[in-house]
């Protein structure tokens, strides 16, 4: 998608009359539209481009060159082939990128309020509710409560909640007692509070683990079945919405006040409509991989009983409450960012 740039031809400095002077300023004119159209963005994701938020990255791309009559270009640059997550953000801060899109759950410290949103459990909505309310979220609270201070924010989104992927069924915490289960580190402690035995392991070496039975299961949104082909070495998943994961799609704050305003507006524009856009895509996405599973492979989800339900969120607040305290310890609102953040999810479940 990149956009040949072409260099105007420059007027040499001349003695001219007064009969050439409104071409000259003619030429003038056309040249700085000409520079002003020349636009280009570098865009950074860590992960590969089939992912949802590579296709998201995509999308924008796509949608800001169009909207824009082609004055702006995007280069995207997925799989971390410019920055990787350990330094997307201070990527985009230094210049490398102009745009930088990763998880923030990877930079805890740096995010701890904006966090909440993917840390606690038990929230029951599905990707476009989750990025809807993250986006306002975004709008509603001061950057700086959210870290977010430094950059200019184009969207956000979120995974749908982490569902445990086992070999064998688990409906119950007993059934759970002492299964090795690969885990993104948010989900440590709640595996753990539910008997299990988290083990840390990156994406790229989860799917030899399966394979290899050195593990019994993962936690994890539902379409790495089909598209991490994960269904070959898990029969089963559990219907209970663990932690999830906060996107951020963050420009470097000087890039974005050099910009000129009607791309400023377009890019504004696009901001909610990439939320949805994202998370309409992974819930359709998700049903796709799940029909896939059970058809090719034979896996089953598992609902569990009310009673059982509730034994599972018994077991798992007070990791809540202790996260909520950790960061209301820290100055920040916890407290009036989870209360927003159950309304917005009521408001967004409403049909």
């Excluded at 009559?69 to 995007?74: H, K, T």
């Excluded at 990025?131 to 975004?138: A, E, F, G, K």
């Excluded at 939320?275 to 896939?292: M, P, Q, R």
Aim: charged letters at 20%; glycine letters at 8%; hydrophobic letters at 40%.
């Amino acid at each position: 998608m990149t956009q040949q740039t072409t260099t105007p031809t420059l007027i040499p400095r001349r003695r001219l009359g007064a009969a050439c002077l409104g071409a000259v300023l003619a030429g003038s004119l056309a040249m700085s539209q000409a520079q002003a159209s020349d636009i280009t963005l570098n865009y950074a994701f860590f992960a590969p481009a089939q992912t949802f938020p590579a296709v998201q990255m995509e999308h924008w791309a796509e949608e800001l060159e169009r909207r824009t009559d082609g004055r702006v270009s995007v280069n995207t640059f997925p799989g971390g082939t410019l920055l990787t997550a350990g330094n997307m953000y201070d990527g985009v801060q230094s210049g490398v990128a102009d745009i930088g899109l990763s998880a923030t759950s990877y930079e805890p410290a740096r995010f701890p309020l904006l966090n909440l949103a993917g840390s606690l459990t038990g929230n029951d909505v599905d990707s476009t509710v989750a990025s809807r309310v993250i986006y306002d979220l975004i709008q509603e609270f001061p950057a700086d409560q959210l870290g977010l201070e430094d950059f200019k924010v184009i969207t956000a989104f979120t995974s749908e909640p982490g569902y445990l992927h086992s070999r064998s069924p688990v409906a119950s915490l007993e059934a759970l007692q002492g299964q090795e289960i690969r885990v993104p580190g948010d989900a440590t402690e709640v595996l753990e509070a539910l008997g299990g035995v988290p083990v840390g392991l990156n994406q790229a070496e989860t799917g030899e683990a399966l394979q290899a039975g050195v593990v019994d299961g993962y936690v994890g949104s539902r379409e790495t079945l089909m598209d991490l082909q994960y269904a070959r070495s898990v029969q089963y998943v559990t219907d209970y919405p663990l932690t999830n994961v906060v996107f951020v799609a963050a420009m470097n704050r000087q890039r974005w006040e050099s910009l000129p305003e009607d791309v400023q507006r377009v890019i504004d524009e696009l901001g909610a409509e990439m939320a949805h856009f994202a998370g309409d895509y992974l819930d359709s996405h998700i049903e796709e991989s799940l029909s896939w599973a059970a058809e090719e492979h034979g896996v089953e989800t598992l609902t569990l009983s009310d009673e059982e339900a509730a034994r599972w969120a018994e077991h798992l607040a007070p990791i809540n409450e202790a996260r909520l305290a950790e960061v209301a310890e820290m100055g920040l609102p916890a407290a009036a960012f989870h209360e927003r953040m159950q309304a917005l999810s009521e408001h967004y479940r409403q049909p």
